[in-house]
């Protein structure tokens, strides 16, 4: 490793301190616990009684609530919260796909079914602070991009765990509900977390980051300039899935940087920036690189935790590709770790390229086998081919035995921030 310390402008990419782990005790998460139980029955309960009277749905509810059992309707509302994340995520996986966008990953709790390039591969990620779940879509050449497409899409999710509310509402009037305590627990239970879970992404709010489908709504058809940056990512993401290298992106498809006199980024903003730099990355351009390097690195510590890892990425392939400085990748390599997709095959490839800047040939060799092995991981095509370029690079200047000239290769759109899903999954709960 080079001792040498940073340079002044090599600084200014150098990710900021670790942020200290955050540590909730104990009881509050018993107390989310019960906000949640006391939340869902009483939405379950407060919109079953609103739906009829002395006869109908509201009545069979209502004897549904009388033959509960408290006990049993707390078991049964921790039960059905994952079973109910994973239908919401299905309800926006089935709406994008009914608009002709394409799925690339899906999460619920710790697990992720992703695409890759021979197959789709189930895997255990981990949990993410802040998620319960996503779904990634992107846009199939203009399909999806529109925003009766993106709406669809957004409520799908609420819709689909409101349909199930209203599918417990029907069995509740079925006289095993109304006479056998396990099963109208199950019904109110189940109707419960339902109804808030779909209600709640209905309303417009905004937290450590992330932001809810009604949010997102909201903004699509105020046209404010979060959506209008959400959409340029989605184009140039289609366009990365469609098989368009990002040096070839169309001036107009890229999002716009923000203004030095303009306020810091939001996820949305540091989104855009990410797109942009894959192209600048890609096209050789190392002004914009570095300007939207420094962009990102002061913006690390403000994304969620899931996104931190998307955007060292970035950052790591900048400073072996661009800087060609160890010390920087070094600073920001431990940071990919972790995130929302699969990206092993990069970090193999960051490990090779380390060891090549440091000295350390066989390592390198070692780890670009690695990278190989790994490289059918990648959710597309063209991601595929710019990593094989970038590997093939390295191992033409492992076989010269010296440095060789910067070879820029991008990073791909998959090495961005997600948002519905990209900075954002295209959806999280």
């Given amino acids: 490793m ?72 707390a078991l049964f509302v921790v039960l059905t919260i994952w079973p109910q994340v994973l239908i919401h995520e299905a309800g926006h996986a089935l709406a994008g796909l009914a608009r002709g966008m394409q799925p690339l990953a899906f999460g619920v709790g710790p697990w992720r079914w992703e695409r890759s390039l021979d197959r789709w591969r189930l895997r255990r ?45 029907g069995l509740a009037a079925h006289p095993l509900v109304t006479t056998s305590t396990p099963f109208a627990a199950f019904v109110i239970g189940t109707a419960s977390v339902a109804a808030l879970l779909g209600l709640s992404n209905l309303v417009p709010f905004e937290t450590q980051g992330w932001r809810s489908d009604g949010r997102n709504i909201i903004d699509l058809f105020r046209r404010s300039a979060d959506a209008e940056r959400l959409r340029r990512v989605r184009a140039t993401l289609a366009l990365g899935m469609a098989g368009v290298r990002p040096r070839d992106w169309p001036a107009e498809a890229l999002p716009d940087l923000p203004g030095d006199d303009e306020e810091p980024p939001n996820l949305i903003g540091l989104n855009a920036i990410s797109q942009v730099f894959v192209h600048a990355l890609d096209a050789d351009d190392a002004c914009l690189a570095r300007r939207c390097a420094r962009l990102l690195a002061a913006g690390h510590a403000r994304v969620p935790e899931a996104m931190r890892a998307h955007l060292a990425v970035n950052m790591a392939i900048f400073a072996a590709r661009i800087e060609r400085n160890p010390d920087l990748l070094a600073a920001w390599r431990p940071l990919c770790a972790g995130g929302l997709l699969d990206h092993t095959a990069l970090h193999a490839w960051l490990d090779a390229e380390l060891a090549e800047l440091s000295g350390d040939i066989d390592a390198a060799r070692a780890a670009l086998a690695t990278a190989r092995a790994l490289a059918a991981r990648v959710p597309d095509a063209i991601t595929g081919v710019l990593v094989d370029e970038a590997l093939d690079a390295l191992e033409s200047r492992l076989d010269a035995r010296h440095p060789a000239a910067v ?23």
């Fill in 125 to 169: 990620g981990g949990r993410v602070l802040g998620l319960l779940g996503f779904a990634i879509l992107v846009p199939h050449g203009q399909r999806g991009l529109s925003r009766l497409d993106q709406c669809i899409y957004l409520l799908g999710g609420p819709m689909a765990n409101l349909a199930t509310f209203a599918l417990m509402l």
């Fill in 2 to 73: 080079n001792d040498t310390p940073l340079s002044t402008d090599a600084l200014a990419y150098a990710p900021p301190p670790p942020l200290p782990p955050v540590r909730s005790p104990w009881w509050k998460g018993m107390l989310r616990l019960a906000m949640w139980i006391g939340g869902g029955c009483g939405c379950g309960a407060v919109l079953g009684l609103m739906l009829g009277g002395e006869h109908g749905v509201g009545a069979a509810f209502s004897a549904a609530l009388r033959v509960a059992d408290f006990r049993w309707v």
């Fill in 407 to 429: 070879d820029v290769v991008g990073a791909s759109s998959v090495a961005t921030l997600p948002c519905s899903g990209a900075a954002k999954p295209e959806h999280r709960d």
